[in-house]
């Protein structure tokens, strides 16, 4: 579904409930003012409350957290569509015949609006102000359009009958219904497609002849009603100006005759509040997906809430400093919340610097495609060392849990958590989540403020990075890049035969000097030579940027994936 297609809808259905509203509760009633300005309101209302687009703010996680490594690596998520098999989509249809639409109805109403200026042109106008009066034989009857009154030579305006008809032209030049109208036009141009516009102009139209009858009839309203019956069947010329013989007649003797006030009548017009709210936050709001800000650690982690089902007791990777009336601790004198918990040396930010330059994602798991959390639970003792370090909740396997325990044991030096001024040994909960994205058909599209961390495997012992302050970079940027690939890539003949498409990510490495090595495919094989071409194209790539780490030129791994797409 097109993005027009789903703002249509929605303006569609916004439109029904509120037109809903008016038509059983204040359609026939004699608050006409108050029903241009609901009939105009609505109008908007439908338009723009579905291109908004407010944020729910996502629920506080301030208790458990939990370090997440994925992703972060690849910076250069592009999507590569070949120029093979074009083809025309129903969604480009679709909004191709719509636009061709509202072309030809705003022709319509330029033509509208060009021949009342060539009326006005070779008519006799009369200046009178605040108004002109426009008199011509080609007139069939009385109408206006914002401050021109037009009159034809039939009708008398010393007459009794000219003389109402008169005044109710006059009242729409006073009131400014020629805007609404225009508006309305517009309005059913750009959205011919939802009927319930089309609805709402013909209500607003009505509306305006009943507040202009209403002023001009004064107290002779049956002689008022009598001159709309005896020349209810002269013709109407255009269809954005106001006429004096607009129909239904019926309906417009019925307001002018109706005296009494209908119960609750202020409240039928309060009423409509709740409605609008409620569908201004079923329409506008959306949830929040964008990742939550969070100082430092967030440069290079994210964190997220653990299991709720685990029996693992709370992560405190940046615990709660708020002081609480009375500390807990075990039978061994080890306390599990202290006003002052332990830290890293340096903050949470050196934390994630270490635990991205140490941790190793074991081989045997990637092979296997294993990911997962691993609670590493340990004591920070009185001087800061770690020890009792284990791991609680499942365990994944394949070394994940290994590699955790090993990197944890080899922490230096901490500092103490503290209780009543005292250091104190606390027991410390870390969560590490092991990612790997290789199998993704669809990985999101990156962004600058990605905020984590990945461990990715390296088959090479030297020094290679997976996280570095300043990653790699293809010369010229990310545009560069995709224009390399879109200009460089073939979609292999016989995947196109097969029509077989997908995801195929290319690992390698950016060495020092911004040569590329070690350059293979991860994740599930597609075949049909979609592999190939991917390395040809990579192989072939120019000299990199190299990433650094503490201004040093590093090697550093990186992941591309390209996605070959056949047009249907």
Known sequence: ???????????IICSAVLYGYYHIALRNNRFHQWNRYYLVLITLISLLTPLLQIPLPGQAQESSRVLSYTARIVDLRETVIP??????????????????????????????????KSLIRRSQVQDIPPYRFVKNEDIKAPFSF????????????????????????????????????????LVTAVCWINPFFHLIKRELALVHEFLADKKAAGEEIAGYAQTILQMAFQSK?????????????????LMLTQFHTPRFS??????????????????????????????????????????????????AVVPDTTPVKKATKTKDNVYTFVEQPPSFQGGEEALAKYLSKNIRYPKAAVDKSIAGIVFVQFVVDEKGYIKDAHTIGKNP?????????RVVNAMPQWIPGKHQGKAVAVQFNLPIRFVLDAGKQTPPPPTNSGKT???????????????????????????????????????????????????????????????????????????????????RVVKAMPKWKPGEQNKQLVAVQFNLPIRFSLSN
């Open 146 to 185: 914002f401050k021109y009154i037009f009159w034809d030579h039939q009708t008398s305006l010393n007459s009794p009958e000219g003389q109402q008809i008169f005044k109710h032209e006059l009242v729409h030049l006073q009131e400014k219904h020629s805007t609404d109208k225009l508006f309305m036009e």
């Open 237 to 253: 010329q255009f269809s954005i100006t106001n006429d004096f013989f607009h129909p239904p007649i019926k309906r417009r003797i």
């Open 83 to 116: 120029p093979a098999n074009p083809g025309i989509s129903s969604g480009a249809i679709f909004n191709t015949l719509y636009m061709i639409v509202i072309g030809l109805l705003l022709i319509r109403i330029l033509v509208s609006v060009f021949r009342i």
């Open 453 to 535: 961390i990945t461990f990715r495997p390296s088959d090479n012992n030297n020094e290679v990075f997976t996280f570095v302050e300043q990653p790699p970079q293809f010369p010229g940027g990310e545009e560069a890049l995709a224009r390399y690939l879109n200009k460089n890539i073939r979609y292999p003949q016989e995947a196109q035969k097969a029509n077989v498409s997908g995801t195929t990510f290319v690992q390698f490495i950016v060495n020092t000097d911004g040569s590329i090595r070690d350059i293979k495919t991860v994740g599930a094989k597609k075949g049909y030579g979609l592999e190939d071409e991917a390395i």
């Open 1 to 11: 579904m097109t993005v027009l297609l789903i703002y249509l809808s929605k303006v």
């Open 266 to 315: 202020y409240l039928r017009r309060i009423m409509v509040l709740p409605l609008a709210a409620f569908i201004f936050c079923s329409l506008a709001f959306v949830a929040d997906k964008r990742p939550s800000a969070i100082p430092a650690l967030t440069a290079t982690t994210s964190i997220a809430p653990a299991p709720a089902t685990s029996t693992v007791p709370a992560p």
């Open 397 to 405: 396997g394949f070394g994940l849990a290994e590699e955790g325990l």
